[in-house]
C-alpha cells in the first residue's frame, strides 16, 4: 500500500479498541489501520452509474447469444429482437461462463459460482459512528462492516458450497435458502471477536451466488478467437472494490486497442480451453473460495486441477523423487528430492524464511555448473511458421525486432513488440529451412502469443501457422559435461568448434531419428536443449540417463534453473518483462535490429527511446548485509530504494549458490531524468523485506561478464 502511495501503518491493540469499540483485543498483537479505507453502497452506486450512461439499458431483457461475421461480433440476439453492435462485453458474473458458450462462435470464460453468506443485525442501541473502520479479521475468515446502524459480517469458509454444477444456472438474480449449519463457523468467529453482538437480534442470513475463477483473479480483456468480444467478470467477491479501475482499463482496451498499463495478470488470455472444465472449474472454485483469507506463502501451488497437462517423462520423474507445480495446467518439476530425505516434511514446507528445499536445489545448481543435470522443459510453447515462398521470413521479420533472415540452422533470441515498443512476447526463434521457422516462447504465452500472431499476419495469404506443443518433449541438457553425454549418443562431435553456440541440427540420439538439438540452455550455463517426437521421448531420457552415468548426471528443477538464470541476469515475459517494458529499458538492444532493412512493430518507439533516454531500467541487486539463514528471504515485488528514495520494486529474486548471496532482479525508474550507468553508479540501495532495509549493490551486468572483464584486466596488468 505504501508503494502505491495509500496511508497505512501498523497499529497497536489499544489503538484498535480506540477505533472500533466492539471490537474483542485481548488475543490481538496488532492490526493494520488503512485510515482513507471507504464503503459504499454497491446498489447505490450502478443506479449512480446507469443514470449518467448516455444509452438506454434494457431490464429484464434475455441475451440468447452473440451475433458473429467474419469473426468479428456483429450483433446480439436478445428475446426483444436483434441488436446490432461492433463490440460485446460480457459482464454477466455467475452467467458468463454459458453466455460465452451460447454464441456462434463459443468463448472460454473460467469462472464457476460459489454460494456466499453473510448476515445482517438489527441496529444497535448506540449506532457506530459512520467513520467506524471496516474490519477483517482473516484468521477467523470474516470480515465485519457497519449496516444501517447494525451490522453485516460475512465470511470465505473453508468448506464452500459450488452450485449450478448441472445444468442450467438460475435465470434471475436471486438469494438461495439459508444454512445456518454451514455458517456456523462463521458466526463463532464473528462473536469470538465482537463477544457484545451476542444479544443483538439477527435480521436475515444472506446466501447469493458468487463467481470465482481458477487463480483468484478477475477474468477482462478481448477474447482471442472472436474479435470485440471483451470480458470483465468472475470478480472472486471484489466487484466494488475492483470495478472502477477494472472499468477503466476495460474502456481504454476497446478505445485504444490496450489498456494504458500492464494487466496481463487479468487477461482472458492466460487461461486456455483447458481450464474451462466443469469439473476442474468446481473442484478448483473450492480451493480458491478459502485462499482469499489463507496466508499464501512464496511458491505456494494450487492443490486442485492437476496432472491435467503432463510430459511423456512424467510417471518417470515422480518415482525419482520429483515435486511438482504446475503452469498454464502443465506439470513441471520444482526439484528432486533425494532417496532417505523426510518427503512429507519437504511437501509442508511453507516460510518466508529459509526453505527445506534449499541444500536439494544448492546440489542440482553445483552439478548444472560442474557435471551435468536434465531439466524437462516441455511445457514451453512451441510454433511453426511455414509458407511456399519468402512470405513468412516477411512476416516475421515485420513481427520480430530482431533480424531474421540468417543462416538455415541458427537460433535467433527476439520478441514481438507492440507499437510503444514494449514486449508483447519473448521467444528463440530457429531457422528450419529456408521457408520455415521454429518458435519457442514461454509456457503461459500459448493463448496470448497464438492471438497476437493470427492478429498481425496476412489474413489472405499461404502462410502456415501450427501450434506444435504437444509434438515435442524439450529436454534441457545443462552443464560443461553436456557436450561427452550428447557426443557418446550420436556419435558426433559436439564441440563449439563444431556446434557453435545458438545453433540447431536436427540429429539422431541413441535409436531416434529428428531430434532438434540446440545449443542453448536458457540459463547461460553450456549445455543443449532437445526437442524430441514425444513418442522417442522416453527412449531418449533413458539412453541421457544410462550413457551420463559416468558423467556424474542427475535430475534437476526449475528451482534450479530460477537460481541459474537470475545471478545471470537473464529476464523472463511474464516475470520481469511485460508490454510496458522495451528492450532498452533492460538491456536488450542487441536483440533489436533497427537497421534490418524492415520495417517492424514498435520501431519508430525505439527509435524515439534511443534518442530521449529511458527513464527505467532493468537491474540486478546483491543483497550484501543480509543473512540467509535467519532474515526474511527477498521473493519477488520487494520496495527498492535508492539514496532513501522509493524508486521501484524487485520481480524476481533467487539465492545465488555461486555468489553465497541473494540476488533480486527489478526496476529502477526515474521521473526527473534518462537513466543512465552513471546514474545507476551514483546511487545507494537497499532492498525492503517485510519493513527491514537490507543493503544492496546494483549492477547492469552479470557477474559472470564482470568476472571476465576483470580476468582480462588482470591479465593486461601482468603482461599477457
Not at 482513507?36 to 439499458?57: E, F, G, P, R
Not at 466494488?240 to 485504444?256: D, N, R
Not at 545507476?680 to 525492503?688: F, L, M, T
Not at 537490507?694 to 576483470?710: C, D, E, G, H, Q
Request: net charge negative; glycine share 8%.
Amino acid at each position: 500500500l505504501r508503494m502505491k502511495g495509500i496511508p497505512c501503518e501498523i497499529i497497536t491493540p489499544k489503538h484498535v479498541a480506540e477505533l472500533h469499540p466492539l471490537i474483542n483485543i485481548h488475543d490481538l498483537v496488532g492490526a493494520m489501520y488503512v485510515p482513507d479505507d471507504a464503503v459504499v453502497s454497491t446498489a447505490d452506486v450502478t443506479l449512480a452509474l446507469v443514470n449518467a450512461a448516455q444509452q438506454k439499458v434494457h431490464e429484464h431483457t434475455t441475451v440468447n447469444h452473440v451475433l458473429v461475421e467474419k469473426g468479428h461480433v456483429s450483433g446480439v440476439d436478445t428475446d426483444r429482437g436483434q441488436v446490432e453492435c461492433e463490440y460485446f462485453v460480457n459482464c454477466a458474473g455467475q452467467w458468463a461462463y454459458e453466455l460465452g458458450l451460447s454464441n456462434e462462435s463459443p468463448v472460454s470464460i473460467p469462472l464457476h459460482a460459489c454460494e456466499h453468506f453473510y448476515l445482517l443485525t438489527q441496529p444497535l442501541q448506540s449506532p457506530l459512528q459512520d467513520t467506524t473502520p471496516t474490519v477483517v479479521d482473516p484468521d477467523g475468515r470474516i470480515y465485519i462492516r457497519n449496516w444501517q446502524g447494525g451490522i453485516l459480517s460475512g465470511g470465505f469458509e473453508k468448506n464452500p458450497k459450488p452450485i449450478f454444477t448441472e445444468g442450467r444456472n438460475q435465470l434471475e438474480i436471486q438469494n438461495l435458502h439459508e444454512d445456518w449449519d454451514h455458517f456456523e463457523p462463521l458466526l463463532t468467529a464473528l462473536l469470538r471477536r465482537m463477544p457484545s453482538l451476542e444479544q443483538l437480534e439477527i435480521l436475515r442470513l444472506v446466501n447469493c451466488p458468487e463467481a470465482f475463477t481458477p487463480d483468484m483473479r478477475c477474468v477482462m480483456g478481448e477474447s482471442p478467437t472472436l474479435l470485440h468480444y471483451f470480458t470483465l467478470a468472475g470478480m472472486n467477491s471484489q466487484g466494488c472494490s475492483l470495478g472502477g479501475g477494472a472499468g477503466k482499463f476495460l474502456a481504454e482496451w476497446m478505445v485504444y486497442g490496450y489498456p494504458l498499463d500492464n494487466v496481463w495478470p487479468l487477461d482472458i488470455k492466460r487461461f486456455g480451453a483447458l481450464q474451462s472444465s466443469r469439473t476442474f472449474l468446481r473442484h478448483r472454485v473450492m480451493e480458491v473460495m478459502p485462499l482469499i483469507y489463507d496466508l499464501k506463502v512464496p511458491r505456494w501451488d494450487f492443490q486442485t486441477g492437476r496432472q491435467l497437462r503432463t510430459s511423456p517423462l512424467y510417471d518417470r520423474l515422480d518415482t525419482q523423487g520429483a515435486r511438482w507445480m504446475e503452469k498454464h495446467g502443465f506439470e513441471r518439476a520444482k526439484y528432486f528430492v533425494p532417496p532417505g530425505k523426510d518427503l512429507l516434511a519437504l511437501d509442508q514446507s511453507k516460510t518466508f524464511y529459509k526453505p527445506d528445499w534449499f541444500d536439494i536445489v544448492g546440489s542440482e545448481v553445483k552439478c548444472c555448473k560442474e557435471a551435468v543435470c536434465v531439466i524437462d522443459m516441455s511445457s514451453f510453447t512451441k510454433f511453426e511458421i511455414s509458407s511456399p515462398g519468402d512470405q513468412a521470413l516477411e512476416t516475421l521479420q515485420y513481427l520480430f525486432s530482431n533480424d531474421l533472415d540468417v543462416p538455415v540452422g541458427h537460433i535467433v533470441h527476439t520478441g514481438m513488440l507492440n507499437e510503444g515498443g514494449g514486449y508483447e512476447n519473448d521467444c528463440s526463434i530457429v531457422r528450419i529451412n529456408k521457408r520455415s521457422f521454429f518458435m519457442i516462447s514461454p509456457t503461459d504465452q500459448q493463448v496470448h502469443c497464438w492471438s497476437w500472431l493470427r492478429e498481425h499476419m496476412p489474413s489472405s495469404s499461404d502462410l502456415f501457422l501450427e501450434d506444435v506443443t504437444w509434438k515435442y518433449t524439450a529436454l534441457n541438457l545443462i552443464g560443461p559435461r553436456a557436450v561427452d553425454v550428447l557426443s557418446e549418443l550420436s556419435y558426433a562431435p559436439m564441440t563449439p568448434e563444431h556446434f557453435p553456440s545458438l545453433f540447431c541440427k536436427e540429429m539422431s540420439v541413441g535409436y531416434a531419428n529428428g531430434i532438434r538439438v540446440m545449443s542453448m540452455t536458457h540459463t547461460g550455463e553450456p549445455g543443449f536443449t532437445l526437442y524430441i517426437p514425444i513418442e522417442y521421448a522416453l527412449h531418449v531420457y533413458n539412453e541421457l540417463m544410462s550413457v551420463g552415468q559416468k558423467y556424474g548426471i542427475r535430475n534437476a528443477g526449475y528451482y534450479a534453473l530460477r537460481s541459474l538464470r537470475i545471478e545471470k541476469f537473464f529476464a523472463f515475459w511474464g516475470q520481469d518483462l511485460d508490454a510496458f517494458t522495451t528492450p532498452l529499458e533492460c538491456g536488450r538492444e542487441f536483440r533489436v535490429k533497427l537497421d534490418k532493412g524492415y520495417d517492424f512493430i514498435g520501431r519508430e518507439a525505439l527509435l524515439k527511446q534511443r534518442k530521449e533516454g529511458i527513464f527505467k531500467r532493468f537491474t540486478m541487486f546483491i543483497l550484501e548485509d543480509h543473512d540467509t539463514d535467519l532474515d526474511l528471504w527477498p521473493w519477488w515485488g520487494e520496495p527498492i530504494y535508492r539514496n532513501g528514495e522509493h524508486v521501484g520494486k524487485t520481480t524476481s529474486s533467487a539465492y545465488s549458490y555461486t555468489l553465497g548471496r541473494h540476488v533480486c532482479l527489478g526496476f529502477i525508474h526515474s521521473n526527473q531524468q534518462p537513466i543512465t550507468p552513471e546514474f545507476i553508479n551514483r546511487g545507494e540501495y537497499h532492498i525492503d523485506i517485510a519493513g527491514q532495509r537490507f543493503k544492496a549493490k546494483a549492477k547492469l551486468y552479470p557477474f559472470s561478464s564482470l568476472f571476465t572483464l576483470r580476468r582480462r584486466k588482470d591479465e593486461m596488468d601482468i603482461g599477457f
